[in-house]
């Protein structure tokens, strides 16, 4: 049996590591980074209109992560290409990123990395940023996106005393209301027609202006410019995001000038162990396949997730 893949000469998240392919093989499965007209599996995350042309016989598409909006398109649907996605692996290494940055503004972390910038990192130049801080039962924080990661990232928030406000993609509609009372607003949501360009003007005009956004869902939830400006004219006291709307982010985004801004470059997701779960999960699965059973975490095309 043939698999393609693209999960080769990436970074190390992303490339299918030699031991991979070694206990792949062992299973009688060949796989290929060439396009086969024996393939039937697709096993990657930069899927294109080419790749399925090119794969006349593809029958099921395997993302190692949680977004599949690259599969929304009509080649796929049309072909009736069976997706799937891997919405646990990366549930403890994302809710933990996210706690993290939490931590972070709390304490006022942010404002000791601005004064050390500036060469003036003392117990009085610091005085002026004491208001900011809170300690963790002072905190609510909104959960915008209550799929695994959210429900994880709750579990963990309350576990320290801090209140959680939720929304489900489902009830985005609320979302201007709930945002209104709120020290941080952790976006988890997928990209889908419904969330795209969620995060917007109105959105951030409505939070208070000591509180904090978090972006560890997808970049094109986003109105980056309304989120920029937001930030210049200090309507939310800062931000951090791991996601974008182009990713690298561009070296001319004033996102990189801004001190109230913390960026990390799409790494929410890593962890030692994800190749041990993702092969693990992506083998249950074949055997699934191999044996016509139904596939774990398939995705409905129709909603995106």
Aim: hydrophobic share 40%; charged share 20%.
């Amino acid at each position: 049996m043939k698999v393609y893949t693209d999960l080769q000469n990436r970074t190390k998240m992303y490339t299918l590591p030699e031991w991979g392919f070694t206990k792949l093989s062992s299973m009688g499965v060949d796989v290929v980074t060439e396009y086969d007209d024996d393939v039937k599996v697709y096993w990657g995350d930069l899927l294109t209109k080419k790749d399925v042309k090119n794969l006349p016989n593809l029958e099921w598409i395997h993302f190692p992560c949680v977004g599949v909006n690259r599969a929304m398109i009509p080649e796929v649907r049309y072909k009736g290409i069976t997706v799937t996605n891997s919405p646990n692996v990366f549930t403890k290494s994302v809710s933990s990123m996210v706690l993290s940055y939490i931590l972070y503004f709390s304490k006022g972390l942010n404002f000791v990395n601005k004064l050390r910038i500036e060469n003036n990192l003392t117990r009085e130049s610091f005085d002026d940023y004491m208001v900011h801080l809170k300690q963790l039962d002072e905190i609510t924080c909104l959960i915008v996106g209550m799929g695994n990661i959210g429900n994880m990232l709750k579990t963990k928030l309350q576990s320290l005393g801090i209140t959680v406000v939720e929304i489900s993609r489902k009830n985005s509609d609320d979302l201007t209301n709930l945002v209104m009372d709120v020290d941080f607003v952790v976006n988890t949501l997928p990209l889908t027609t419904q969330t795209n360009s969620i995060f917007d003007k109105k959105v951030f005009g409505k939070m208070k202006n000591n509180s904090y956004f978090i972006n560890v869902g997808r970049g094109q939830t986003v109105v980056e410019e309304d989120l920029i400006e937001a930030l210049k004219n200090k309507t939310i006291l800062g931000c951090a995001l791991d996601v974008f709307n182009i990713e690298p982010l561009p070296k001319e985004s004033e996102l990189w000038n801004m001190d109230n801004v913390l960026i990390t470059p799409h790494i929410a997701n890593t962890s030692k162990n994800y190749w041990y779960t993702q092969i693990e999960l992506f083998i249950s699965n074949l055997n699934r396949f191999r044996t016509s059973n139904t596939l774990l975490n398939i995705v409905n095309l129709n909603k995106g997730y």
